[in-house]
């Protein structure tokens, strides 16, 4: 861009800057007049002679359709900001009438279509907190900080910032009898911070259900230390059962710092998932080899259901990781002498292309209302058997991240009475692939 068009595009946002705040019609005409009549005697000013017409008639054209173009993208562009933005604007005049808005305020208002231009601010919400941060806007007064909740379809969270539009010279509109200075309109400004709602309150119940995880085994190690200082440590056989209940506390805060430290892992995706096509048979038998113990236990027997040529892409360690915890938790709420078996379906159709890993148990069942939560942090669907099972409830989460790592995910179906079905899908890959 010359310096002269510059200089030129910079005097029109002036011009039309003031053409905006003058209070009165009256002085716009005026402002509107004396503009046309400056333009005039520039241009009877800086007429080339005759002679240097015909000379300069084509660089002229071309500076002339330079100018309109960059006019013109300079529109362009700055209705593609205003419109692209994820904030909502909105431009209210004296009489809380919308004058200008974008895209984004169009969604905030629930307006598919059509424009908000020239409806008052109180036809497109009741909301009293956004009519108050206008309202105190058009007194003088900047707000911001203001909460916002709309409740559509969805619960949305809105940081409202709303700023007085005054006159250039500071001084009242006509007819306005209120103090300080006058505002011609608000603009105000909402941006959308749903998300960051939702991760704080995920955050809060992160650390209060880690808080209460770690209290109950530490409470129970204090209270039987305490009992052993007392004087039960010259008693050898409590003391043996005292040191025995500590260990085992001890053992389940470990477990629960190591499933938070690594679901904090995969969830900021430190953990590479190297996937690539494994033999899935031999898996499972390392899985119930490392769970004989408990299965034994508890009078439970673990098969392995899978073909021997069953092959899935996958990454090995973290799959035998997520069996393991699903395949200990089918243990862990089985019946006695209940049955848990692994199995393996494959569905190559180009619509479904999915690997599923089958782990079902005949315990008894999981209450429909639990189901949809239960991949949650910390969620159980029966606490005080979980706690007393030595679970820390972050195993299913660790396998729902971890499957979302493979690009499959993991679900669960389950009937009262019968037990229930947990399923990991995966990306079905075939050896030719």
Request: hydrophobic letters at 45%; aromatic letters at 4%; charged letters at 25%.
């Amino acid at each position: 861009m010359s310096r002269r068009n510059a200089y030129l595009l910079v005097a029109f946002i002036i011009f039309l800057a003031l053409f905006l705040l003058l209070p009165s019609l009256t002085a716009r005409v005026s402002l509107l007049l004396l503009l046309i009549g400056a333009v005039l005697l520039v241009k009877t000013l800086t007429q080339p002679s005759t002679e240097k017409l015909e000379a300069t008639d084509a660089v002229a054209d071309v500076a002339n359709k330079e100018s309109s173009q960059e006019i013109f993208a300079l529109g362009k562009l700055f209705e593609a900001t205003m419109n692209g933005m994820r904030e909502g604007l909105l431009v209210v005049d004296k009489d809380m009438r919308v004058v200008a808005s974008n895209t984004a305020a169009h969604r905030l208002f629930n307006l598919s279509r059509g424009k908000l231009d020239s409806q008052r601010l109180t036809e497109l919400t009741r909301n009293p907190a956004i009519y108050g941060a206008f309202l105190d806007a058009l007194k003088g007064t900047e707000r911001s900080g203001v909460k916002v909740e709309t409740h559509g379809p969805e619960r949305l969270v809105f940081d409202l910032r709303v700023v007085p539009l005054t006159n250039s010279n500071g001084k009242h509109p006509e007819g306005s009898t209120q103090g300080g200075q006058g505002a011609q309109g608000a603009l105000g400004v909402f941006i959308d911070v749903t998300r960051i709602e939702r991760l704080e309150q995920v955050r809060q119940e992160f650390l209060s259900n880690v808080s209460h995880e770690l209290r109950t085994p530490l409470t129970a190690m204090l209270a039987f230390i305490e009992t052993l200082e007392a004087g039960a440590i010259d008693d050898k056989e409590a003391s043996l059962r005292f040191l025995s209940i500590i260990r085992r506390n001890a053992r389940r805060m470990q477990d629960l710092i190591d499933d938070t430290l690594e679901l904090s892992a995969i969830e900021s995706g430190n953990v590479q998932v190297r996937a690539e096509l494994v033999e899935l048979a031999p898996i499972v038998g390392d899985v119930i080899a490392s769970l004989a113990t408990k299965a034994t236990a508890q009078g439970v027997v673990v098969s392995n259901a899978v073909a021997r040529d069953a092959i899935v892409y996958a990454d090995a360690r973290r799959l035998e990781q997520m069996l393991t915890n699903l395949v200990e938790n089918a243990i862990k709420f089985n019946r006695e002498h209940g049955t848990v078996t692994i199995s393996y379906e494959s569905d190559t159709e180009a619509e479904a292309n999915r690997s599923k890993i089958m782990v079902q148990d005949s315990g008894e069942g999981i209450p429909a209302q639990h189901l949809e939560r239960l991949f949650e942090r910390f969620y159980r669907a029966d606490r005080a058997r979980s706690r007393e099972m030595g679970g820390t409830g972050l195993g299913l989460a660790i396998v729902k991240h971890l499957a979302r790592a493979h690009g499959g995910e993991v679900t669960v179906t389950s009937e009262l009475g019968k037990g229930s079905i947990f399923t990991i899908e995966l990306p079905c890959v075939t050896k030719n692939s």
